[in-house]
C-alpha cells in the first residue's frame, strides 16, 4: 500500500528567507515558494509514521537583509556561483529527527528538489525544539525533549554525543532552545506541566550532577504550549492553556557565554482576547502574533497598550496548529502563514512598522465616527454613491431628510443638492444609482425620491436641475429599486393596489451639452393579492430562452416570474386600446384619469409565484450570477434558484391545443441558513476566486481564475451558446449581509465565521454598505448608517481602511484548501469523472491536459464541525479539491450514504447521485448532487440541490395522539444508515438509531419528502451499524436481508423481502414492523461495523452462504456464515429461522412469488474470530474484494485481513497519518499497461467496480453489472484463488454478488503524474513495497488490480492497494522490505 493523497492537520510551518514557506503535514515536508506568486515547489515524506512538529534550517543566522529570494548558504565545495544552492534543514517529529537537503536551482530559483540525508534518527523521548549549532564544522544538532532534558546529537552518525538533564525533572509541554556557537553556550527555556517557565543551562552546575533551574516565571494558570525570545528586546513570550499570551522582560539569554537574563523577570503583560486555548506565539518588533484553538491568529500592538490590531481568520472549525512569521527588515510587511486542522494553510502580508493608526478590525467594540449631519429635519435615507472603483476615501453619501431635503456628503462636507416640494416632506424613499452617458465616457450618479402621492422625482446629483418628475399612480410609493441591465437602466417604482411602475431611463448630452434624461414608460407588473403587497427587490435576466425575465420578490415573502413582451398580457388589453386612443384627443384632466385606468388595465402578471417561500416577512434582495439566482429574506435564509421550463405533465393550460411545454417557473435547489440568531438577512456577496497556488499537488498550475462580474446572467440554451454556458449553473461561493441582535454582520455560512461587524443598532435602519457596487465581497468593507438621527460610519471616511492594504485580502491567500476542523466520522464514494479534452490540441498539449485532467474521484465526507464536504481527489497527484459544502445539519454527521448514476456514457463526462446524511438531533437530510467538468479551471464542479429533510421532532408534533405518548429523546442520533431498495419513485433507508430503534424510511425525490415507515425497539439498546444483502435465486427471485448490531454484540438479521415491496402500497399504518429471523452473538460490546457478501452454493446443495464480517469495540474481528436456503429449495417446514411476517398487500403486476412461497431458512453455519485484530476499538470494516477485507481503527493501523475455509489470516498493516480513524471507504480498479509510442509505456487506473461504500447502498441496476462482472472475471483470477481451488469446487460466485448493494460505476485513471512519482519515491513509511525484480516478474501482464483505501478522521488518507499487494501470496515474502518503495511510474517504465 502507498499514500495517494493525505490531508491532515498542518503540525509545522517556517519561512526560509521571505522566499519559501516549508510546511508539515503528517510525515510530509512540503516547499511553498513565494515568488512571484504561492506555488507548491516539492513534497516529500522524512518521517515515516512520526507527524512533523518542527523544522530548522541551517545557517539563516548569516543570511545577510539583501540576499536574493534563491538562498545564500551553499557548502564549502560550492565555490561557483551557478552551482545550485542547497539548504540543510533538521526536520523533528515525535522521537524522530531526520535531515534533509532542499536544493534550489540558482538561475531561476523555481526547480526545487529534496533529498534525504542520512537515516532517521529515533530518541528515547518526544522532541520538543531542535537547533543547529552555528559556525560548527560539523552537523551537531541541540534537542530539548519532554523530560527536561538536552541533547547533543551528532546528525552524521546519529549518535548523542552528550545527555544533560535538569534538576526540576518534571514533564514539559513545550521548550525553547537559545544557541549560539558551542554546547556550552546553550539555553533551555522549557514550559512545565506545573503552569511554570523555568531557565537552565545544559552545562550549568557540577556536570556530575543535575543542571539546577536558573530562573522560573510564575504567573500562568494553564500549561505552556509555545514560547518564543526576541533578542533586540530581551523579550520572552509564553502561550498557554489558560486563553492568554504573556510578555516578560528577561533581558539578554543565550549568545556568548549562555546568559541567563535578568535576576528577577517581570512578567511585562498578559494578553487576553483568544476564545480557547493558545496553541503558537511569534514576537516580532513591535507585534505579538499568536494562534489559538479558536480558529483566530491574533496581531497585537505590544507597545500600544497590548491591543489587537488585526485578525486573521481563514481556517474551518478545529483551530490554528502552527504558526509562522517572516524575519523582514526594517518597516517592510511581513509574510504570517497559519496551518489548520482542517489541513489547510493560508498567508498573510502584516505591515512591520510600528504605527500607532491602525485600527481594530472584526471587533464588536469597534469605534463608529459620527458625520455630523447638520441639515433640516431628520436623516430618514442614506446612501453611497460614486464610481464603481472609488475608494472609501472618494467615496460621497447622500442622505434624505423627511423634510423632503436630499444632502451630499463630500471631502468631510454637507451640502444640499435637491428640495422637494411640499408633498415630499413627512414621507420618502430614495435610491441611486451610478450610471455612463450616452455617446461619452462621463458618469454620473442619479437619484430617485418617492413620496405618498405617487411621485417620484429623478435627478442627476451633479445637475439636480436636470431632473424629471414621473408619477407611479396615485397611493405610496412603497419602495424604488434600480435595476441595471445590458445597456440599459431600469427604475422600479412599487405603488399602492399591488402595481409596479417602470421605467427604462437614459442619460444622454443635449444640444447645448448639458444632461438630459430620456424616459421610456414600460408596461407595469401587478403582484398577487395578499396583505403587505409591494415589491422589495427585483433583478433582470437578459438573454435567456425566454426572452427578458424579470425575477422579483415582495413584501410578503414571495418569489415572482414575469416576463418582458406581455406574451401573458390581461385580456383587457384591447379594449384599453381604443381608451388610448380617444385619450389622446382629451383635455389633460381626463387624460391623466384615462392613463390610470390604461396602467390598471395593462399589467403583466407573473408567470410563477413561489408565495411566502420567504416566511411573512419578505424577501430583502434577489441576485443572479454565473446562471443561479439568490434570494435573502428576512427568514434568516439564502435561497438558490433557477429558471427551468416547467414540466409538461404539471401544465394545465393549452394555447390553441398546444401545451405550453416551454413556461419558465423558479425552482429552488438550496436553502442555506445564517448562523442562531441571524434571522434577519438582507443580501447576499460573492467571494471572489482565490488565486490558486501555482503547481499545488502538481495539478493546478494550469489555469488562472477568473474574476466574474455581477452583470453574468442566465445564458440561452441555443447551440452556440452552449459552449459559454457549460459552466454556468454552478453554486459560488457566497457570504451573508444581515443583522444579528445589534450588530451589522458580514457572515461566512461555510467557515462559521464573521467576518465584519458594526454596532449599529439592529435592524430597522437605513445602511449602505462598501464596497458593494459588484456584488462581490472583497474581504474588507465599510458600513453608512443611520441611528437616533445621527449618520454614522464604521470607518472615518477621510482614510482608507487599515486592512485594505497593498493586496487588499484580509482572508489572506489559501495556499491549500482545507476540509474538516473536527473529526470526520463518515465516508462515501460517489464515483469517479473523468476530465473532458478540447478540440484541435496538438500531441504536447494533449499530454499535459491528460496528466492534469486524469480522473478524479469524488467523496463525500461528514464530521463533527455539523457539514458535509464534496470532495474531489486526483490519485495521481495527490490534489484534492473542495466542490461544495453543506452547512444544514444542526449537530455532527454520523453516517452518509448514496444512489449513484454515472452519466456522460463510456466517457464518465458527469455524475449524479441522491446523497442521504444522517446524524445528531434524529436529523437527516437528502440531496441531489450534480457532478459535472468545469472546462475553464479543469477541475469537476457540483451543483447540490435540496431534496428533502426530515427530523423526528417534527413526525412527533403532527401526531394526533401525541398528548399520549412519550415524546422522543431530543438526543436521539443516527447512527448508520443503508438503502434497502431503491425504485423509479422511491427508495428505502434503514436507519441505526441511539434509543434503541431500527427504523425504516421511504425517501421520495419526486414528492420531496422523507416518510416513516415503521420503527421496532426489537434491540433495547443503542444500535451502531446495519447493512443489507441482496439474494436471487435461480428462478429469479430477489429477497433482501438487513443486519443490525447494537451496543450488545449481537447482531440481528431481518428479512425485509416483503417489507421492501410493499412498502409502496401499505401505509405506514396499518404495516406491522418485522421480527428478525436470526440472532447472533459476535462480540463482548458493541459492534460498529458490517460487512455482508454473498456466495452461491452448489446446484446440488442449493441456496448460499452469506458472510458477515464485524468488527467492535473490544478489537475483536469476527466472521460469521449463514446458511441461507431459498423457499422453492426448502423441503421441510417449520424450522427455525422461517420469517414471522404477515402477508403484506402484494401488487398484482410484480414478478414476486405470494408470501408464503418468500420465507428464508437462516440459520449459523460456521464463525472465526480474531480476538485482538487491533490494539483499540475497531471502527470500520470494509470488504475489498472477494476473500479480502479492509479494517482500521483509532489505533491508527489500516490491515488487510484474508478469508479462507480455515478462518482468517493477517496478511499485512500499515501505520495511517489519519489519528482517531471512523470511516473508511474502500474500491477496486484495474491498473493497464498501455504501448505509447516505442520506447514509453503508461500506467492508468480503472476502477472496475465499487465493492464497498462506508453505510452501503441499494442498487437493483446494480446488481445486474455486479454479476456479470463477477462472472466475467472469473477467468482473470489472481493466485490466491488458486490456494482455495478446494473452496471454489463448493463455493461459487452468487449470480448477484451485492457485499452491501452497492451500484458499479466502470472508472479509469489517468497517468500517475511525473512529480508526485519524483517525490513519493523516496518515501520510506508509507508503503508496503516490491522490489523491481518482483515487479517485473509480476507485471508481465497487461491488466492487474489495483484497489483503493480511503481512511479518515483527523483529517483524511487515501492509499493505494497494487495488483501484487491484493495478492495474499506476497505478502509474507515482502514484509521486511517496508522501507523501500517502488512508484507505479518506474514500475511502468
Not at 716 to 724: A, L, R, T, V, Y
Not at 834 to 845: A, D, F, M, P, V
Not at 1106 to 1128: E, F, K
Not at 1334 to 1346: A, D, I, L, P, W
Request: hydrophobic share 35%; proline share 4%; glycine share 10%.
Amino acid at each position: 500500500m502507498e499514500t495517494a493523497a493525505l490531508v491532515a492537520p498542518v503540525t509545522a510551518l517556517e519561512f526560509l528567507q521571505d522566499a519559501f514557506l516549508l510546511t508539515g503535514e503528517g510525515p510530509v515536508l512540503t516547499v511553498y515558494g513565494l515568488q512571484p506568486r504561492p506555488k507548491v515547489c516539492a513534497s516529500l515524506s522524512v518521517l515515516q509514521h512520526y507527524r512533523i512538529h518542527g523544522i530548522r534550517p541551517r545557517g539563516l543566522v548569516d543570511v545577510p537583509a539583501q540576499s536574493s529570494a534563491t538562498g545564500t548558504f551553499r557548502e564549502k565545495k560550492d565555490g561557483v556561483s551557478s552551482e545550485p544552492n542547497v539548504y540543510d534543514l533538521a526536520v523533528f517529529g515525535g522521537k524522530a529527527v531526520r535531515l534533509v537537503r532542499l536544493h534550489v536551482d540558482h538561475q531561476d530559483g523555481k526547480h526545487l528538489r529534496l533529498e534525504i540525508l542520512g537515516p532517521l534518527m529515533e530518541l528515547q523521548d518526544w522532541a520538543l525544539d531542535v537547533r543547529w549549532l552555528s559556525r560548527d564544522k560539523h552537523s551537531l544538532l541541540c534537542v530539548a525533549v519532554a523530560h527536561n532534558t538536552a541533547l547533543l546529537l551528532d546528525v552524521i552518525t546519529g549518535s548523542v554525543l552528550v545527555q544533560r538533564s535538569c534538576l526540576e525533572g518534571c514533564l514539559l509541554y513545550s521548550a525553547l532552545l537559545l544557541v549560539h556557537e558551542s554546547w556550552a553556550d546553550t539555553v533551555v527555556v522549557g514550559g512545565t506541566v506545573f503552569n511554570q517557565l523555568v531557565l537552565w543551562k545544559p552545562e550549568g552546575g557540577d556536570k556530575r550532577d543535575k543542571a539546577p533551574v536558573e530562573r522560573r516565571l510564575l504567573g500562568h494558570s494553564g500549561v505552556i504550549f509555545s514560547i518564543s525570545y526576541l533578542q533586540e528586546q530581551g523579550w520572552l513570550a509564553s502561550a498557554s492553556d489558560d486563553r492568554s499570551v504573556r510578555l516578560w522582560g528577561v533581558g539578554a539569554i543565550g549568545g556568548p557565554g549562555g546568559k541567563c537574563g535578568d535576576l528577577n523577570p517581570a512578567c511585562l503583560r498578559a494578553l487576553y482576547g483568544h476564545q480557547a486555548r493558545v496553541f503558537s506565539v511569534r514576537l516580532s518588533p513591535g507585534k505579538v502574533f499568536s494562534a489559538g484553538e479558536d480558529g483566530a491568529c491574533l496581531v497585537w500592538d505590544w507597545a500600544g497598550g497590548g491591543k489587537v490590531v488585526r485578525t486573521l481568520k481563514g481556517h474551518r472549525a478545529g483551530g490554528v496548529r502552527a504558526l509562522a512569521v517572516s524575519k523582514g527588515t526594517g518597516g517592510e510587511e511581513r509574510w504570517v502563514a497559519t496551518g489548520g486542522a482542517d489541513g489547510g494553510v493560508r498567508l498573510w502580508r502584516v505591515e512591520g512598522s510600528e504605527e500607532r493608526n491602525e485600527r481594530m478590525e472584526e471587533a464588536a467594540t469597534e469605534k463608529l465616527s459620527d458625520l455630523k449631519f447638520p441639515g433640516q429635519g431628520l436623516p430618514k435615507a442614506v446612501c453611497i454613491v460614486g464610481e464603481e472603483d472609488a475608494s472609501w476615501s472618494q467615496s460621497k453619501f447622500v442622505v434624505c431628510t423627511d423634510q423632503g431635503l436630499v444632502y451630499q456628503y463630500s471631502d468631510e462636507q454637507w451640502e444640499m443638492v435637491w428640495q422637494g416640494a411640499l408633498e415630499f416632506q413627512s414621507y420618502c424613499v430614495m435610491e441611486t444609482i451610478s450610471v455612463s452617458v450616452k455617446d461619452s465616457t462621463a458618469k454620473v450618479s442619479l437619484c430617485a425620491v418617492g413620496n405618498l402621492s405617487g411621485s417620484i422625482q429623478v435627478f442627476p446629483i451633479s445637475h439636480p436641475q436636470c431632473g424629471i418628475l414621473l408619477t407611479g399612480g396615485s397611493g405610496k410609493i412603497h419602495s424604488l429599486i434600480w435595476q441595471e441591465a445590458k445597456d440599459s437602466m431600469y427604475l422600479l417604482a412599487s405603488g399602492a393596489e399591488g402595481l409596479v411602475y417602470r421605467w427604462c431611463i437614459e442619460v444622454k448630452l443635449d444640444e447645448n451639452r448639458s444632461l438630459a434624461l430620456d424616459v421610456n414608460h414600460l408596461l407595469p407588473f401587478l403582484l398577487p393579492p395578499c396583505a403587505k403587497r409591494w415589491l422589495t427587490a427585483a433583478v433582470c435576466l437578459h438573454s435567456t430562452s425566454w426572452g427578458c425575465l424579470w425575477v422579483c420578490g415582495d413584501r410578503r415573502g414571495s418569489l415572482l416570474l414575469f416576463q418582458e413582451g406581455g406574451k401573458l398580457i390581461n385580456e383587457g388589453r384591447k379594449q384599453t386600446d381604443k381608451k388610448g386612443v380617444e385619450s389622446e384627443e382629451t383635455g389633460s384632466e381626463m387624460m391623466e384619469e384615462r392613463e390610470r385606468k390604461e396602467v390598471v388595465d395593462l399589467t403583466l402578471q407573473p408567470l410563477n409565484c413561489l408565495f411566502g417561500v420567504h416566511g411573512k416577512q419578505g424577501v430583502t434582495s434577489v441576485c443572479a450570477y454565473q446562471g443561479l439566482l439568490y434570494s435573502a429574506g428576512r427568514d434568516g435564509c439564502v435561497r438558490v434558484f433557477r429558471v427551468c421550463p416547467a414540466l409538461p405533465e404539471n401544465i394545465k393550460e393549452k394555447t390553441n391545443g398546444k401545451s405550453l411545454e416551454n413556461k419558465p417557473q423558479l425552482e429552488v435547489l438550496r436553502v442555506q441558513r445564517a448562523c442562531k440568531g441571524m434571522e434577519w438577512l438582507e443580501r447576499v456577496l460573492f467571494l471572489e476566486p482565490e488565486i490558486p497556488v501555482e503547481g499545488e499537488e502538481g495539478c493546478e498550475n494550469h489555469y488562472k481564475t477568473k474574476k466574474h462580474n455581477m452583470t453574468e446572467k442566465l445564458e440561452g440554451g441555443s447551440g452556440e451558446e452552449e459552449e459559454k454556458t457549460e459552466n454556468k449553473g454552478r453554486e459560488a461561493k457566497f457570504v451573508i449581509v444581515g443583522f444579528h441582535a445589534v450588530h451589522f454582520v458580514v457572515w461566512d455560512p461555510v467557515k462559521q465565521e464573521r467576518l465584519l461587524a458594526v454596532p449599529c443598532g439592529g435592524g430597522h435602519r437605513s445602511w449602505s454598505l462598501w464596497p458593494s457596487h459588484k456584488g462581490v465581497w472583497p474581504e474588507y468593507g465599510a458600513l453608512v448608517f443611520i441611528k437616533q438621527g445621527a449618520v454614522l460610519a464604521s470607518q472615518p471616511p477621510g482614510e482608507a481602511p487599515s486592512w485594505a492594504v497593498k493586496g487588499g485580502r484580509t482572508g489572506g491567500w489559501g495556499l491549500r484548501e482545507g476540509v474538516h476542523g473536527r473529526g470526520i466520522g463518515c465516508v462515501c464514494r460517489l464515483g469517479m469523472i473523468r476530465g473532458i479534452r478540447k478540440e484541435n490540441q496538438t500531441k504536447i498539449e494533449q499530454r499535459e491536459v491528460e496528466r492534469v485532467e486524469g480522473h478524479w474521484e469524488i467523496i463525500v465526507m461528514g464530521g463533527e464541525d455539523t457539514s458535509l464536504t464534496v470532495l474531489a481527489v486526483h490519485p495521481e497527484s495527490g490534489s484534492v479539491k473542495v466542490l461544495s459544502v453543506i452547512t444544514d445539519h444542526i449537530s455532527s454527521v454520523r453516517t452518509v450514504t448514496a444512489m449513484t448514476r454515472q452519466e456522460g456514457g463510456s466517457e464518465n463526462k458527469s455524475l449524479s447521485a441522491l446523497l442521504v446524511s444522517a446524524g445528531g438531533r434524529a436529523q437527516m437530510q437528502c440531496y441531489r448532487l450534480l457532478i459535472g467538468w468545469d472546462k475553464q479551471k479543469l477541475v469537476p464542479s457540483c451543483q447540490v440541490i435540496q431534496v428533502a429533510s426530515h427530523r423526528l421532532d417534527e413526525q412527533w408534533e403532527r401526531r394526533r395522539n401525541r398528548h399520549k405518548t412519550v415524546k422522543m429523546d431530543p438526543e436521539t442520533r443516527y447512527m448508520s444508515a443503508v438503502v434497502v431498495d431503491e425504485n423509479i419513485d422511491h427508495c428505502l433507508l434503514a436507519l441505526a438509531c441511539s434509543d434503541g430503534a431500527l427504523r425504516l424510511f421511504s425517501v421520495s425525490e419526486v414528492k420531496r419528502q422523507i416518510d416513516l415507515l415503521w420503527e421496532t425497539f426489537y434491540h433495547q439498546r443503542c444500535v451502531l451499524s446495519v447493512a443489507v444483502c441482496s439474494l436471487e435465486d435461480g428462478k429469479g427471485n430477489r429477497y433482501k436481508l438487513l443486519f443490525s448490531a447494537a451496543t450488545d454484540g449481537k447482531i440481528a438479521v431481518w428479512d425485509l423481502t416483503e417489507a421492501s415491496f410493499s412498502s409502496a402500497a401499505t401505509s405506514s399504518s396499518t404495516q406491522p414492523p418485522p421480527i428478525p429471523c436470526l440472532n447472533i452473538p459476535a462480540h463482548q460490546s458493541g459492534v460498529n461495523s458490517l460487512a455482508v457478501w454473498a456466495e452461491k452454493l452448489g446446484q446440488q446443495e442449493g441456496g448460499c452462504l452469506v458472510t458477515v464480517a464485524s468488527g467492535g469495540d473490544d478489537g475483536q474481528l469476527t466472521v460469521s456464515t449463514i446458511r441461507v436456503q431459498y423457499p422453492g429449495d426448502c423441503k421441510t417446514g417449520g424450522s427455525r429461522g422461517f420469517s414471522q411476517m404477515s402477508e403484506p398487500l402484494v401488487p398484482p403486476q410484480t414478478q414476486l412469488q405470494t408470501s408464503n412461497e418468500l420465507h428464508l431458512h437462516l440459520h449459523l453455519h460456521s464463525q472465526s474470530h480474531i480476538p485482538l485484530a487491533h490494539a483499540a476499538p475497531l471502527t470500520a470494516l470494509k470488504l475489498l474484494s472477494t476473500g479480502l477485507l479492509v479494517s482500521t481503527s483509532s489505533d491508527q493501523r489500516v490491515c488487510l485481513w484474508r478469508l479462507s475455509s480455515t478462518g482468517i489470516s493477517h496478511i499485512g498493516a500499515l501505520y495511517s497519518h489519519v489519528a482517531d480513524a471512523a470511516g473508511l471507504a474502500v474500491w477496486e480498479g484495474r491498473m493497464i499497461e498501455e504501448e505509447e509510442g516505442d520506447t514509453k509505456r503508461k500506467t492508468r487506473f480503472e476502477s472496475e467496480q465499487e465493492i464497498v461504500i462506508l453505510r452501503g447502498k441499494g442498487s437493483q441496476t446494480g446488481l445486474k453489472t455486479m454479476h456479470k462482472t463477477a462472472e466475467g472475471e472469473t477467468g482473470g483470477r489472481s493466485d490466491r484463488d488458486q490456494e482455495t481451488a478446494d473452496e471454489a469446487e463448493s463455493l461459487e460466485p452468487v449470480e448477484s454478488l451485492s457485499e452491501t448493494g452497492d451500484p458499479v460505476c466502470k472508472t479509469s485513471v489517468g497517468k500517475r503524474g511525473e512529480t508526485a512519482g519524483e517525490s513519493e519515491s523516496e518515501s520510506e513509511s508509507d508503503s508496503v513495497g516490491t522490489t523491481q525484480s518482483e515487479v517485473n516478474s509480476e507485471s508481465k501482464k497487461k491488466r492487474g488490480k489495483t484497489g483503493w483505501v480511503l481512511v479518515c478522521g483527523q483529517g483524511f488518507q487515501l492509499l493505494r492497494v497494487t495488483d501484487t499487494e491484493m495478492d495474499a501470496g506476497m505478502w509474507t515474502t515482502r514484509r521486511e522490505k517496508e522501507n523501500h518503495k517502488v512508484t507505479l511510474q518506474e514500475e511502468s517504465t
